[in-house]
């Protein structure tokens, strides 16, 4: 694969995802959820968040703040199985 083929992909659109964590939760107590409620999530604070891109887990890393927005910091890579 040259680097004109690899150039081709730069401008491929691709979906980025991060995973806090997760809660299960029935419709019904969703829909009561109003504003500044709480929902405790299944992750510590201190635990990697998973990121996705289109659906697919490729890395881990850490929740930062950069001025009033926040980012996630990659710190470990996850390995594509091989089919």
Avoid: W
Avoid at 37 to 56: H, K, T
Wanted: proline share 1%.
């Amino acid at each position: 694969m040259g680097d004109d083929d690899i150039a081709a992909l730069f401008d491929v659109d691709v979906e980025i995802s991060v995973v806090l964590g997760t809660h299960n939760i029935r419709v019904g107590n969703l829909l009561r959820i109003g504003r500044g409620a709480e929902i405790y999530l299944d992750r510590r604070i201190s635990e990697p968040v998973d990121v996705f891109a289109n659906d697919r887990l490729v890395a881990r890393g850490e929740v930062c703040i950069v001025g009033e927005k926040v980012g996630v910091t990659i710190t470990e890579m996850v390995k594509a199985d091989r089919f």
